[in-house]
């Protein structure tokens, strides 16, 4: 039986006088009043600044009215539980005890938390860049990569997930585990500012880029200034960079194609494109490193999540939001996450190569030779 590839979870628990407290008091006197800055960061993956602010924007979405038969959950219990199942991916009876709340009131804490997520900060953490961020997005993508007139680059996220009751077959990915499948663009920051979420495992990403609003938003050209940037001497639109399962535009550069000879060498490629292809693999650093980033910090992403595919793709929005949330707040990135990820996940799906099929495909092969000229100058 085939079951998301057999990831495993063995991240590791660490133990603390706290962890037999009864939960009736844990969460009031332990919690708010004895957690240090490291167990804030350490459960809830966020400063305990960023966390009273994230309960003060999700206030109008998740505050409840005390009735005559019980006290309603405060905001800050609420967000604190769906968190820890975000963080952890631990189960919901674990984290039921460890509170005092019943099991359903752990599902219902993480559905509201996730949907007030992306109703109420999409539009201020998971959105269009302006021009300025535009600007700035380009400059960081030269500065830190050495890539050009650059002010994103997409990338793929597999979350691994139990056997859907319809369809599965078509949830398997390439790797040959179970998956739903997501799309982000990542800025130079390292932050995402789109993401397209819920797509079955085994989707083409070609068909789901040429499907959503990016693809739109490349090809209307609204991903520059309406006064076009100089690049080479000439007026050239910002473009995005994906992998070789994308297929290229004017606006969105890949690799060349690569055939190998016997003994390794390559066959096909000039010097200039060979050069061109080390530049933007070393560029695809950015979104793969803010997803490892995603998935080690809400390890609900990188281990088997069990919750249902009416739920999963908000649960993925909300943590690349909480993500951007994070990181524009500064709060610290431990690596030990890192290495809980990489002891637990399968390896990533490597999607097939596709041919370009672009309609503007001599405009497009015309934008990456251009790239070719500045790298090649550069490097004279």
Known sequence: MMLAGGIRSNARIRTRPWTTTPSTDWWERVVMTEFQPSDWLDKFRMSKETFFYLCEKLRPRLARQDTSFRLALPVEKRVAVALWRLASNIEYRTISTLFGVGKSTVCRCVRDMCHAIVALLSSIYLRPPCEQELEDSAQLFLLNLGFPHCVAAIATLHTAIITPSNNASDYINPAGWLSVMSQVAVNGQGQFWDVCASFPGGTDPADILQNSSLWATGAEGRLSPAKPPIFMGKPLK??????????????????????????????????????????LTSALRVPQEALLRLRARWQCLSKRNDCGLDVV????????????????????????????????????????????????????????????????????
């Not at 909480?322 to 809980?340: I, K, P, R, T």
């Open 238 to 279: 910002y473009v995005l960079l994906g992998d070789t399962c994308y297929p290229l535009q004017s606006w969105l550069l890949k690799a060349y194609p690569e055939e190998r000879g016997r003994r390794g060498s390559h066959t096909s490629l000039t010097k200039q494109q060979q050069l061109f292809n080390q530049r």
């Open 313 to 380: 793709p908000t649960m993925i929005l909300a943590c690349c939001i909480l993500h951007n949330v994070c990181e524009s707040h500064g709060d610290a990135f431990m690596a030990e996450w890192q290495e809980e990820v990489a002891a637990a996940e399968s390896p990533h799906p490597i999607h097939k190569p596709v041919l370009s099929n672009s309609v503007d495909e001599s405009h497009a092969e015309e934008v990456r030779q251009l790239f070719c000229d500045y790298f090649e100058q550069l490097n004279a």
